[in-house]
């Protein structure tokens, strides 16, 4: 991690008034009485001083980033490089490593389609090789985002997609892993962390099982990179992606990460300006990564936001975040438990899970929960979470998750259950 | 404190919800139906059978939160009977009750206990779940008559 300032390692009472201070939204009532906003696994809220950031850029150095030659298009330039280098410095990368996406779902896409356009090439690059008698393999608790584009390059290479199975839980182990990873296995992308069930893989086992058989490794770290101290680089992954409005960030703006080697060897998904050496009326050459990747404009003023983000992360601490949020975690996973005919999805509480709990309401289903809870202020979110394939595991259709972040507090926590305690008894399911 | 979801979850409805009139999937049918609501996961599978321009019987199997089961089983209980063109009237009138954030006043005549429903119109996001069984009716029809 490259904090300049030595951090704590909590959030006391006294930080996290002033934190919450710093989030106008948290004082908004939208369904008339305070908000719980218990949904940062979806989306993060922002704080003041990221759009304070956005705001001076937008007013005071805007302008097309790596094209003029005017000074307004120099500070805007530095700006967008600067915020580039803050970023790679928060998750343990070099500044190349790292191209702007949407958001964690176009970073994965990237990967999946470049790796497609590398296979349709007359003669493929060895390590990006995929075809027939290959495999990919994946969990089946991925979010989509994770799982169609592999299914994708799955069907477009004659790969075999293969998936870490999971328990009756949404579980699944090291070993679980280990035993999957095979000399035919060519790509693996799992989850840091799992958005439904808290469940924190095992990288470092699966990178080095991955590169003992020469397999690349994506991690989809979309819900580690807000909320714990993630360093790339020393994690040894190929590919990663997050989303910056999951991390205080806007929305629009997300990081593909890939290893030098990778970067370069891959071809460019989408092409356009911005991304060439020289273009004639039937050739193009591409510049290395990560520009080779930045097709077009990007969102310049949200890119700034996004480094904002991440100072204020840093302010904090991210150890203090992680430590925080287990806390919230450990918090949520043993109250729902304590509620009869409430299940909890995922791995069990003392186990190791991220500041998140996903519930099952015996004979009320999570719409209805979600509206309980909604008519009380606290936001959570209910559905499949983007997991249709661990759902349809744990043989429901939906279940309802409450997600922590810097700014919950544990009487938000308790809130929740105490609600969530009486929902069946509203329903008269019991 | 009045319970702020008292509109919404009419003692009705958690009765039909429970109760489920018309589940199960008749036989022989002129139409079947299968919607889903993506953002919730709810669906339905809705049979129709037609005689001489009326509903002669309607079935459906689903899943889903307590506003689109009990919209169904209301649904099973008002539709046999009805002439094709009675129930696309009030498959209309109930899309626009619900579609008004609860600024129309419902038509008991017409819509008999589906106005037991009113009250999801002041909750936008759960007009889709009351709405699913009855789209699924509207489309079923539509099929059976181009047959």
Excluded at chain 1, 291 to 306: C, D, K, N, Y
Excluded at chain 2, 119 to 126: E, L
């Amino acid at each position: 991690m490259g904090t300049e300032v030595e951090q704590g390692t909590t959030i006391d009472a006294e930080r996290l008034a002033a934190i919450r201070a710093d989030f106008p939204i948290l004082a908004a009532e939208p369904a008339g009485v305070p908000l719980v906003y218990l949904d940062s696994g979806a989306t993060s809220q922002q704080p003041r001083q990221v759009l304070d950031a956005e705001w001076a850029f937008r007013t005071g150095r805007n302008a097309a980033v790596h094209r003029g030659a005017h000074t307004l298009a120099g500070l805007a330039t530095d700006d967008y490089e600067a915020a580039r280098e803050r970023i790679a410095r928060f998750v343990g990368a070099r500044p190349e490593r790292l191209s702007w996406a949407m958001n964690a779902t176009d970073a994965l896409n990237e990967v999946g389609l470049s790796l497609a356009e590398a296979n349709r090439a007359p003669a493929v690059d060895p390590r990006l090789r995929i075809g027939p008698g290959d495999e990919i393999l994946i969990t089946e608790a991925e979010h989509h985002a994770n799982l169609l584009p592999w299914q994708r390059l799955a069907d477009e290479t004659g790969a075999t997609l293969r998936w870490i199975a999971v328990d009756d839980d949404g579980v699944w182990t090291e070993a679980d892993a280990l035993a999957a990873i095979t000399g035919r296995t060519r790509l693996i992308a799992i989850a840091h962390v799992s958005n439904v069930t808290g469940l924190v893989a095992p990288v470092e086992a699966i990178v080095a099982a991955a590169r003992a058989h020469g397999a690349l490794v994506v991690l989809d770290a979309c819900q580690s990179v807000p909320h714990r101290p993630v360093d790339l680089d020393a994690l040894g992954v190929d590919a990663a992606a997050f989303s910056g409005h999951k991390m205080l960030g806007p929305g629009g703006i997300g990081v593909l990460y890939l290893r030098a080697e990778l970067g370069d060897a891959l071809p460019p998904a989408r092409v356009g300006g911005s991304m060439i050496t020289t273009v004639t009326m039937t050739e193009r050459d591409f510049l290395p990564a990560p520009q080779r990747f930045e097709a077009g404009t990007q969102p310049v003023s949200a890119i700034v936001g996004l480094a904002a983000a991440v100072d204020y992360l840093e302010g904090v601490g991210m150890a203090a975040i992680d430590a925080h949020e287990l806390a919230l975690g450990r918090r949520l996973a043993e109250g729902v438990t304590a509620i009869d005919g409430v299940r909890l999805v995922g791995p069990r509480p003392g186990a190791e899970r991220a500041g998140v709990a996903s519930v099952i309401v015996d004979g009320v289903h999570a719409h209805d929960v979600g509206q309980v809870l909604d008519a009380q202020g606290i936001a959570v979110r209910v559905g499949h979470h983007c997991a249709q394939p661990l759902h349809r595991r744990l043989g429901v259709a939906a279940t309802t998750r409450a997600s922590a972040y810097l700014y919950t507090t544990e009487g938000e926590v308790d809130r929740f259950l105490d609600v969530l305690a009486g929902v069946r008894d509203y329903f008269g399911a019991r | 404190m009045s319970d702020p979801l008292a509109g919404l979850y009419q003692e009705l409805i958690l009765e039909h919800a429970k109760r489920r009139e018309g589940e199960g999937l008749i036989e022989p049918y002129d139409a079947e139906r299968f919607l889903k609501n993506p953002t919730c996961g709810d669906e339905i599978r809705l049979r129709v059978r037609l005689e001489d321009g009326r509903i002669a019987a309607l079935g459906w199997e689903g899943q889903g939160c307590s506003i689109s089961q009990a919209s169904a089983s209301v649904l099973a209980e008002e539709a046999p009977g009805l002439a094709v063109a009675d129930a696309r009237v009030r498959i209309e009138a109930l899309r626009e009750l619900l579609r008004s954030r609860g600024a129309a006043e419902p038509d008991e005549q017409l819509l008999g206990d589906a106005v037991a429903f009113a009250g999801v119109a002041r909750f936008p996001m759960r007009v889709k779940c009351a709405m699913l069984a009855w789209v699924a009716l509207e489309e079923a029809l539509l099929e059976a008559e181009a047959r």
